[in-house]
């Protein structure tokens, strides 16, 4: 069962039952725009309690709002009781919602193209907002007054942004104009809700779009200040002919490929964060930018720790923050710290980053070319083999456990992996010889 199936069942059941249901919303869009939907909702007059007691295994959820959530194998559809909102005194919930008609329903959606139906029964649209024309046109446009439907729910602001970038829409002028003006008032939104809006911009492929309507409509000065910091932030010429940290920073966002990890796109955002706060010139006039990366993690950390970011993405975004500057040191690292810096757990991330970091400026991919011509050499065995000694072997020679046998390990592993030991007595015996002494590279 597709999950468009598991849905026209539910309506089925529903309308058997002699209720009016109705696909709505997002996949309605979506179907017809020919984008595979995330989800399915279906809106109903049948009141919650009416839609449990037709549907095995079905839940509640918000049950303030009439929504329930039935199980069609193993698709979860949402089933919301059409409603009409009432004020929203605080700009975020409704205070209260009335049951009312489909035409009602379409009326309290945020966006015209958000606001349509499907009779999926007759085949037919049901179109109370003018959705269909602007999806024709591809203009997003708020229902109703715009900065009424701004004022009511601010989230809504992030929405018109990630909603023209995801569907490549341009946004109708007053709808536009509202974003605009309203910008300043996200800070009432939860900031988990602003981030993961965020998140869905940069994701998308139109990334870049979203990123200038991000910044034209006022909305990255609320949410992440710190990039407008980088716009006019001058870098030396000879190095950088694109322009200043804001303008290489864009730069880099739109040579990235369409499919990109999180900790990545964050990283290209915030990886010359720092370059304002630690711009120098010295006597030759030269711009320098020294520590701009340990600097940048510290930032880094604490901007993605604001926006409530998980620790298994801020940890990988600020080691590559951290660690992009490295990558010019690569044609000088002995074997071992190479093959050391290589095994990272988020090193083609990394990667990606140093590709499209000197490909939005000098475009010289020596570095990144020399990287993988060394996996493949490096590519028999793994970067980092299984030890040839352990703390257990030193200490049945004698060793005791501490600093000096924490070294007389790492040297071993050194050698090992610039492959000037192969076993375990040979390891034993240097060992023994050397001791603690660094190796010569
Ligand atoms: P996607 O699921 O692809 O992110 P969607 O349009 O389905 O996009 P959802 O957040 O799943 O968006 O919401 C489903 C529908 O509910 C929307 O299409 C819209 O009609 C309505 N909606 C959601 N959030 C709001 C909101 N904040 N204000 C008004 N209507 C909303
Ligand atoms: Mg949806």
Redesign the pocket.
């Known amino acids: 069962m597709t999950p468009r199936e598991a849905a026209i069942s539910v309506v089925n059941k529903l309308v058997s039952a002699g209720h009016q249901a109705l696909l709505?919303?997002?996949?309605v869009?979506?179907a017809l725009l020919g984008r595979e939907?995330?989800?399915y909702?279906v809106a109903t007059n049948a009141v919650p309690d009416q839609v449990v007691k037709l549907f095995h295994g079905a839940h509640t959820v918000g049950a303030h709002f009439g929504v329930v959530i039935v199980k069609r194998g193993e698709h979860h559809i949402e089933v919301a009781t059409f409603r009409k909102d009432g004020t929203y005194s605080d700009g975020r919930h409704p205070d209260s919602v009335e049951f009312s008609s489909a035409e009602e329903d379409a009326q309290?959606?945020?966006f015209t193209v958000?606001?349509l139906f499907e009779d999926p029964v007759k085949g037919e649209i049901i179109d109370y907002v003018g959705g269909r024309a602007d999806l024709q046109a591809r203009v997003l446009r708020a229902i109703g007054d715009p900065e009424a439907r701004f004022m009511e729910?601010q989230?809504?602001l992030m929405?018109a942004v990630r909603f023209a970038t995801v569907l490549g829409f341009a946004i109708e002028p007053q709808t536009w104009a509202a974003v605009c003006r309203l910008s300043p008032k996200i800070g009432s939104v939860s900031v988990e809700r602003l981030r993961d809006e965020f998140n869905?911009i940069m994701l998308d492929p139109n990334r870049v779009r979203g990123f200038d309507l991000l910044v034209e409509s006022g909305l990255m000065k609320e949410l992440l200040p710190e990039i407008l910091v980088l716009q006019g932030c001058e870098q030396p010429p000879q190095f950088h002919p694109e322009g200043d940290v804001f303008i290489h920073t864009r730069l880099m966002l739109s040579l990235l490929p369409e499919e990109v990890s999180l900790p990545l796109v964050l990283a290209v955002l915030f990886h010359d964060i720092a370059k304002p706060a630690t711009q120098t010139v010295d006597e030759n006039g030269r711009i320098r930018f020294n520590g701009h990366d340990q600097l940048g993690a510290q930032m880094t950390t604490e901007i993605l720790k604001r926006l409530k970011y998980p620790n298994h993405v801020i940890e990988p975004a600020v080691e590559a923050v951290a660690n992009h500057m490295v990558f010019k040191d690569v044609p000088k690292m002995r074997v071992a710290k190479l093959k050391r810096f290589m095994a990272r757990p988020n090193f083609e991330d990394e990667m990606e980053l140093h590709r499209v970091d000197c490909l939005g400026c000098h475009g010289f991919l020596d570095n990144y070319e020399l990287l993988r011509a060394r996996q493949i050499e490096f590519a028999s065995e793994p970067l980092i083999p299984k030890p040839l000694i352990t703390g257990r072997d030193l200490m049945q020679q004698g060793w005791e456990p501490g600093p000096a046998m924490g070294r007389a390990l790492l040297a071993v592993q050194t050698l090992q992996l610039e492959g000037r030991l192969h076993t375990r007595e040979e390891a034993l015996a240097w060992a023994a010889e050397h001791g603690t002494e660094e190796p010569e590279g």
């Open positions: 709505a919303g997002g996949c869009r979506d939907p995330k989800d909702d309290r959606r945020d958000n606001g729910d989230l809504r929405r869905k």
